[in-house]
């Protein structure tokens, strides 16, 4: 009586729901710094986290680590995007060295485990730039390893890295039908900076954007793994559309897969 609860009852409180957790790969360079020039650093764009912070979601920055345990982490999460970046080693693809740059066999370990594992336990995953050719490559697929050298009127690489991520040279046709026609309509402006695209792609995926010349701009898993990644960089422009779709699908899996609890 008078809402008091009997000894041998327990009070349930309701369970707190938390916010989902999207993993963001990230990679070594030397950083000029206080402790001295050229220390080795893991690093990623801030725009990354701002883009998952408007959306209210919680970002885990996923340095290279043990590839035997790329599966127990990936499991933790609820997303992943595998970020740009360096080129993947054409090794990976049967190809010699002709025109890749930057290139990181721990970083392109790393990352190809986890998109494996995301492919495996079905966590939706975001590809960009080069996160685009890592997904390719981890899936039996190869590149370009210099588009203009194919003879595309791809618009060139600008002096100013900040001018060319922050312009909008080209625009993406898309497939109707498709994910990314359902976000963007039948096509966008994109901005662009990448001097490698993708060649063979695996039959994993489905290419669903082009730019005007034919190099592709999006692709989209064919087999109910919910991924895709597009070769430019949305996170450094001010359209959403990407980041909301990735939001809203590891929504879906936290409750799924109890992390909301």
Known sequence: PGGSVHP????????VSFPPV??????????????????????????????????????????????GRAG??????????????????????????????ATDADRDNWEIALVRAAQRLGVPTLGICR???????????SLHQHIWATGTAHPPLSSSESQHLEERPHSVEFTPGSRMAAMFGSNTTVNSYH?????RVPERFTVTGRAPDGVIEAIESADGWPAMAVQWHPERQTDTELFQDLVRLSEERSVISGHGL
């Open 8 to 15: 041998g009852c327990l009070r349930l409180t309701p369970p």
């Open 22 to 67: 999207i993993g963001i790969s990230a990679w070594q360079r030397p950083v000029n710094w206080l402790l001295g020039a050229d220390e080795p650093m893991f690093t990623l764009t801030t725009n990354y986290v701002a883009k998952l912070g408007e959306q209210g979601v919680a970002s885990v920055i996923l340095p290279p680590g043990p590839v």
């Open 72 to 101: 127990e982490i990936v499991s933790r999460l609820d997303a992943l995007i595998i970020s740009g970046g360096g080129d993947v080693d054409p090794g990976r693809y049967g190809a010699a060295n002709s025109q890749s740059t």
């Open 131 to 141: 996160g685009l050719q890592l997904l390719v490559v981890a899936f039996g697929g």
């Open 195 to 199: 001097h490698q695209a993708a060649d």
